[in-house]
């Protein structure tokens, strides 16, 4: 069996290690090898003399990222990467790669995004890359040990739907049959009807569609969500689930992935103190007016501008509170004695917003009366409403989006790099 080539030490007597080539230099009488693996890179040094013909022969015709089986003894050498390298007794060539390369692994030249995302499969080779989708990996289990930790079921709910979850041009229609369907843009009804189920605290990690037409680099069209609904919760639990769980990612990814985050070039790595600052939503357009020359009213969005003058005034992790129930979706709950208020929130990282959350509409008759002042249908969304009839519990939730999190927790600056595939409005393919 091979070993990965992390665990290769000089303590270790005869190794095997397979990957792939990733740069060679011929200096005469030495061969040196660097052969990769999604764990490191290892040196494996032929002399040209001591070596079997065979090693030699086959060494010959490999060429860069050729995939590769090495057979040998480890030395202990202080200039080669890990301090240790390769005597090669048997090397097989597993499959030879074709040249030129479409991008290069070694990264001498950066490439510009689009021609990585091409060659993405080449492109994830990089270290730097190959380290982002490890830390994403853990990021991933991360979250669902928390959650199962905290009593959560994971559910599994349909992408594709009859109803848009909050109406508007977000949405991709497809051809199902004789009907019209759509992706869903969330799979926000859905888990406020396992609440109706009695599953009392649920979450889902699940694709999320959305028809944006424009290209930003804090937008997809597919990206992938964390949802969470809690029964008997309100808005401020679910808040501070919502903090404790993003500490405990940072934390977890300190603790596990040192040398991908040394890979990405990332040396400090402070976990977010909480509880994050609650920021009302009349105190925040006020900090973004007083930034910006633009003059925000109570009522309107927070753009992108408004979104940064407001992070880098606070400078962490903070939530946005109390939200005017007319910009917010129609299942947001009011506040009983100030109802042009909601219960609902966003959790936003300085740089941009990371999730929005609120405490539900219970109530059958005022969720109705919320779709309509929406102008939405409620004909449209019965099989949604009628769970709301026979026994909904009280029950509040959010959705986090999982590339946002990771990019920001990575400062990487594009959405693009936490996707191993990205859509976007001009990429379909790979
Ligand atoms: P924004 O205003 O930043 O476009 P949103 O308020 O439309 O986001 P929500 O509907 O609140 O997004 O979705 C919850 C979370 O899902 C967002 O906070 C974000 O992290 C993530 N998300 C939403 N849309 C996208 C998208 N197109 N690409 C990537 N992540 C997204
Ligand atoms: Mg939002």
């Known amino acids: 069996m091979h070993s990965p080539i992390k665990e290769v030490n000089p303590q270790s007597e005869s190794v095997e290690i397979v990957g792939w080539v990733h740069e060679i230099r011929d200096l005469g009488g030495l061969l ?19 070596v079997s013909p065979i090693v030699q022969e086959v060494m010959k015709g490999v ?22 390298e390769l005597i090669p007794d048997n090397v097989e060539l597993l499959n030879s790669c074709e040249t030129p390369l479409p991008l290069d692994v070694v990264e001498k030249v950066s490439a510009d995004l689009d021609t990585r995302l091409d060659a993405r499969f080449l492109d994830i080779r990089k270290p730097r890359v190959t380290s982002i989708f490890l ?14 930790s905290r009593g959560f079921i994971h559910c599994t709910t349909p992408k594709i739907v009859a109803a848009a979850t909050e109406g508007g041009t977000e949405l991709f229609p497809i051809a199902y049959f004789e009907k019209e369907a759509f ?35 804090k937008h997809l069209n597919e990206a992938t969500s964390i949802d969470v609904e809690v029964s008997f919760a309100d808005h401020r639990d679910v808040m501070a689930l919502l903090e404790s769980l993003i500490v405990h990612v940072y934390g977890q990814i300190r603790e596990q992935c040192s040398d991908q985050l040394a890979a990405l070039n990332i040396e400090e790595f402070p976990i977010p103190r909480i509880p994050f600052p609650r920021i009302p939503y009349e105190e925040a357009i006020g900090i973004a007016t007083a930034k910006t020359n633009e003059k925000i009213s109570f009522g ?41 208020l909601c219960r609902a929130f966003d959790l936003m ?72 595939f990205p859509r976007d409005r001009h990429r379909l393919v790979p």
């Open 63 to 84: 060429t860069r990222e050729s995939v590769v089986r090495i057979r040998g003894t480890v030395k202990a050498i202080e200039k080669a990467p890990g301090g240790r």
């Open 135 to 148: 830390i994403r990996s853990a990021m991933m289990d991360a979250v669902q040990v928390y959650l199962f």
């Open 32 to 50: 040196f090898c660097l052969v990769r693996d999604r764990t490191g890179i290892l040196q494996v040094t032929i002399p040209k003399k001591k």
């Open 349 to 420: 990282h300085p740089r941009m917003e990371l999730a929005s959350g609120a405490q539900r509409v219970h109530q059958y008759a005022l969720l109705v009366e919320q779709i309509r002042a929406k102008g939405l249908a409620p004909e449209g969304f019965e099989f949604y409403l009628n769970p709301f009839r026979y026994g909904m519990p009280p029950h509040a939730g959010w959705g986090l989006g999982a590339e946002r999190l990771l990019m920001t927790m990575l400062g990487l600056n594009n959405i693009r790099e936490a996707v191993l």
């Open 183 to 217: 992706l869903n843009q969330s799979p926000q009804l859905y888990k406020q009807m396992m609440m109706a189920a009695g599953m009392e605290k649920v979450f889902e990690i699940g694709p999320i569609f959305r028809a944006e037409e424009h290209n930003t680099t």
């Open 300 to 340: 309107d969005d927070i753009g992108t501008t408004a979104e940064k003058a407001i992070g880098d005034e606070i400078g962490e992790h903070y939530f946005i509170v109390d939200w005017p129930t007319a910009i917010k979706p129609y299942y947001a709950m009011p506040y009983e004695d100030q109802p042009h």
